[in-house]
């Protein structure tokens, strides 16, 4: 939208603007590609250590210096982490209670999302700010007045407690994130559905809902990683009905170093799929978002 | 299928803005009403209210025998088709023609029977399979209609449904829509912002304004008897000339005085004093005559300053005192810029309006 930049005549002997522009453009590009591919070797280095260790033989990881491509191949350690005590009644429960704030954060979050999307409401501009904010308050100072509650309720150390705190994690992101969806959504469509014999729910569930459903899909993966990844609420919220990132925290400092390669990867491999699987969705999530 | 009457509308915006005030019309049953306006005058607004999608802060919207004033949309019987279209991106063209009716539960076999039916009237039988992104601007908006006339509805609203369509394209439509809306006998409100459109579409024409209705008339009264300067200034291409004359009592009779020239003016005007008023005059009904040297009477005397070919007619801009005026000649008649030119407007198409108002003051008898 520069459009009010004048461009003086490039004859008057002196370097022609444009040109400058070109090659400062040039330059600018390049410093965006060499900070991209730091960017992503900052965040696949990583991965990919973790993954070759993973499915090296156990005496491997002690080596030192890493070898770039490994010679042998092995699922000994993945083997191992998989088959230990609670291991798999965690990844059980870390599911469940993905699932559940999955669900939970969508019914609560996204009427709210459709609210700020819609309605003009007294408040509407604190409101998103309020929301924002109790994402600001520490989970640390949360966390204790929360267990002492939950064993009132009495479902302390169940992935019911784990899954409600998950849900308030989500949901100032769950209810901003579909508010935008909900916008993108244009008024019109759901307008002509009214006067085509629609009541304003079976507008949004006949027009509304399919239209917005791949950026709720996506938003709703953002939810499923959070919830998946998240492990200080789920120390303190369970004793036994432990999550996966919960029953690595305990384990680890009593384990081997293969062990936690293990347990790393496994953590890591389904958010990597999930991410790979909606990375359409999102892109065109945040195209129509920014437009 | 239902006269409409609505009573008194006021709709006010973050209560302050006026969108539309105080406006009562009765359109008849199957009338073809044009809304025209410029843009902002509150058009689209009038259309929602009586679509049900926005309400009123005063008044009655009455559609038939019934005030549907405090109902949905759902329950007015009414189709609205919208400027933007709004086509389902998601559903084929036949299941957003089908989309009312199936709202309506209506059998399987009766569906597709009226919706390939409407899908012909528009000529999108070849389509029906199609997404929205699939479609041309013109195919988008044929299917905005067959969805809103499938539905048989008492009430057809149409807000500019043209004005996204390309010139020529908006040619071919117009006929065409008006074709069909007469076939369907369906009571009908046009919006549009564009005279030409109003002009050769509507059976009547309200003429709006800051939200208000300035004149309501059959096309020809609205274009012959503008109420307002606004009016005649609003509709015709181009639009109606404005002069700013004295009037004057000679020899008895009263006269309208543009300099040392005059016009006879009708006597209800003498009434009016010796105020200035305003003459209006349409382009076509001035007689331009070429001055050659001899004193003019009963007429007035312009300097040509541009002379615009238009193809069937020549539009001549000339000057009297530091007045303007344009007048339609024929494409071959001999004038050039910088002639003196003697106009004799056809005195049964004088116009007079209230220099201050703007209001019409004589001469516009209705009918
Ligand atoms: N939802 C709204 N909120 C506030 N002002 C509005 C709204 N809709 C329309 N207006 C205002 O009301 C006036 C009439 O608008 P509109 O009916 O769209 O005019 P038109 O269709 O004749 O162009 C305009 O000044 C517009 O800004
Ligand atoms: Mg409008």
């Known amino acids: 939208m520069s459009t009010v930049s004048q461009q003086p005549d490039s004859d008057d002997g002196f370097r022609s603007p444009r040109q400058a522009r070109g090659r400062r453009h040039m330059l600018g590009r390049a410093g965006l590609y060499v900070l991209a591919t730091i960017l992503a070797l900052w965040v696949l280095f990583p991965i990919y250590l973790i993954t070759i260790t993973a499915f090296s033989p156990r005496d491997v990881v002690r080596e030192y210096p890493k070898r770039v491509i490994p010679d042998e191949f092995s699922i000994d350690s993945m083997d191992f982490f998989v088959n230990s005590t609670g291991v798999l009644p965690s990844l059980w429960n870390s599911v469940l209670v993905a699932v559940i704030t999955l669900i939970l954060s969508t019914v609560i979050g996204a009427p709210a999302g459709y609210a700020l999307a819609r309605f003009v409401f007294r408040g509407r501009d604190p409101y998103r700010l309020i929301i924002l904010s109790t994402r600001a308050f520490p989970i640390v100072i949360l966390s204790i007045p929360l267990a002492v509650t939950f064993l009132s309720w009495g479902i302390y ?97 009593s384990s081997p170093p293969h062990f936690r390669f293990a347990a790393a990867w496994f953590m890591l491999a389904p958010s990597l799929i999930f991410i790979f699987l909606i990375r359409r969705y999102l892109l065109g999530l945040w195209g129509r978002v920014s437009r | 299928m239902a006269e409409i009457e609505l009573r008194g509308i006021t709709k006010i915006f973050d209560k302050k803005v006026r969108a539309v005030n105080d406006v009562s019309l009765t359109i008849a049953d199957e009338e073809f009403m044009v809304l025209l306006g410029p843009s902002g005058c509150g058009k689209t607004t009038l259309m929602r ?46 299941d957003n023609i089908a989309f009312g009716l199936k709202m309506q539960k209506v059998n399987k076999a009766e569906i597709r029977r009226r919706t390939e039916e409407a899908a012909g009237l528009v000529q999108l039988s070849p389509y029906l399979d199609r997404y929205s992104a699939q479609l041309s601007g013109g195919q988008r908006q044929r299917v905005a209609v067959a969805r809103a006339i499938v539905m048989e509805p008492s009430v057809l609203l149409m807000d500019e449904p043209l004005s996204n369509l390309d010139a020529l394209l908006r040619l071919n439509f117009r006929a065409e829509l008006k074709r069909l809306v007469a076939d369907l006998k369906t009571t009908t409100i046009y919006v549009t912002h564009d005279q030409i459109e109003a002009m050769s579409l509507g059976d009547r024409i309200a003429v709006m304004r800051e939200g208000q209705i300035v004149q309501c008339g059959t096309p020809m009264e609205v274009y012959e008897h503008p109420a307002t300067e606004f009016v005649g200034g609003f509709l015709g291409s181009p639009p109606m000339n404005f002069l700013r004359v004295r009037l004057e ?30 003459l209006g005059i349409r382009a076509e009904n001035i007689e331009a005559i070429p001055l050659e040297g001899g004193a003019a009477h009963d007429g007035l005397v312009s300097q040509t300053l541009v002379v615009e070919l238009l193809g069937s007619q020549m539009l001549v801009t000339g000057e009297i005192g530091d007045q303007q005026i344009k007048v339609l000649v024929r494409a071959d008649a001999p004038i050039r810029a910088g002639d003196a030119l003697l106009l004799r407007p056809e005195a049964d198409k004088l116009r007079w309006f209230d220099a201050e108002s703007g209001r019409s003051i004589a001469g516009s008898a209705t009918g």
């Open chain 2, 49 to 94: 209210m009586i679509a049900g999608l926005e309400y009123p802060e005063a008044g009655r919207v009455v559609i038939g025998d019934r005030d549907v004033t405090d109902l949905p949309p759902r329950k007015r019987d009414i189709s609205m088709v919208f400027q933007s279209y709004a086509v389902f991106p998601h559903l084929t063209v036949f």
């Open chain 2, 249 to 278: 009592t000679v020899d008895g009779q009263p006269r309208a005085m543009l300099g040392d020239h005059g016009l006879p003016a009708p006597a209800t005007l003498v009434d009016h004093g010796s105020r200035d008023v305003l």
């Open chain 1, 157 to 253: 150390d169940s992935i019911w407690a784990v899954a409600l705190m998950h849900t308030a994690l989500a949901m100032p992101f769950t209810v901003l994130i579909t508010s935008s969806i909900f916008v993108s959504v244009p008024h019109d469509l759901e307008e002509a559905a009214l006067t085509l014999g629609c009541t304003p729910l079976q507008a949004f569930l006949r027009v509304v809902m399919p239209l917005a459903l791949p950026g709720l899909a996506a938003a709703s993966i953002f939810t499923f990683v959070l919830s998946w990844n998240e492990v200080f609420a789920a120390v303190i919220l369970t004793l036994q009905e432990r999550t996966l990132p919960a029953q690595v925290l305990a384990t680890l400092t």
